[in-house]
């Protein structure tokens, strides 16, 4: 069964830093990937959507690769900001049509 | 302006009442879901509906119970059978159920039990 894992479950880093979120996959045979942004007490936004076929996919500042061989994709944030701090769900999709998701990893950026 | 509305936002539950939870869409999407999160846990899947009038459980369905009388609307009952109902709960949409699509989430119920 598929399992998805993010570590770690939180990161503080100073505004400016690059930094990458990682998370991990046991099954490679997933239809996409997707990173979705969480505030505190709020719904999801979905960032970016990776589909099995493709390796990266790119939204501003944020870049999400795909490597389903090694059963990882990583978000890739350039320039951090004190807005980016939120919690950064990743979620495979299987082939029951269904979404399996990380726990989370809490980011929160030092001004 | 469309989206994925979901009431209420704050919602409290005696011990041995049902709740129902509304999800509203006017994406025009056919498939809607029900998510359950709880600290520290990545989301689960309570159940799903990939068309009107048709629905399947997921993970962690016990206690749950839904419908699907229409395409915009999903509503989700907790019944008194859930014994641990503690959570916030998300309800999301895609244009249809192939698992290539993007889902798009509302803002959330969250439920406490007194």
């Known amino acids: 069964k598929q399992e998805v894992t993010q570590i770690p479950a939180a990161l503080s880093v100073p505004e400016g830093e690059n930094l990458v979120l990682n998370c991990s996959f046991t099954?490679?045979?997933?239809?996409?990937l997707q990173w979705f942004r969480q505030d505190p007490g709020k719904g999801l936004t979905s960032l970016l959507l990776?589909?099995?076929s493709q390796r990266e996919q790119t939204s501003g500042r944020l870049n999400a690769s795909l490597d389903k061989s090694s059963g990882r994709s990583t978000l890739y944030i350039a320039a951090s900001q004190p807005g980016d701090s939120a919690t950064y769900l990743c979620?495979?999709?299987?082939?029951?049509?269904?979404?399996?998701w990380g726990a989370g990893t809490k980011l929160i950026i030092k001004p | 302006d469309g989206g994925i509305t979901q009431s209420p936002k704050y919602l409290f539950r005696k011990e041995g009442q049902n709740v129902t939870l509304s999800c509203e869409q006017n994406?025009?999407?056919?498939?809607m879901y029900w998510y359950r999160q709880d600290p520290g846990q990545g989301l689960r899947l309570i159940y799903y509906?990939?068309?009107?009038?048709?629905?399947q459980k997921g993970d962690i369905a016990e206690g749950y119970s839904v419908s699907r009388e229409k395409k915009e609307s999903f509503p989700l009952t907790v019944t008194s059978a859930q014994k641990n109902p503690t959570a916030f709960y998300l309800c999301?949409?895609?244009?249809?159920?192939?698992?290539?699509?993007?889902?798009?989430f509302g803002p959330g119920t969250r439920l406490t039990v007194l």
């Open positions: 990776i589909q099995s």
């Open positions: 509906s990939q068309i009107v009038n048709d629905f």
């Open positions: 999301a949409s895609s244009i249809d159920p192939a698992p290539y699509n993007e889902q798009f």
């Open positions: 994406l025009n999407h056919d498939a």
């Open positions: 979620a495979a999709s299987d082939s029951n049509y269904q979404l399996i």
């Open positions: 099954d490679s045979a997933i239809y996409n």
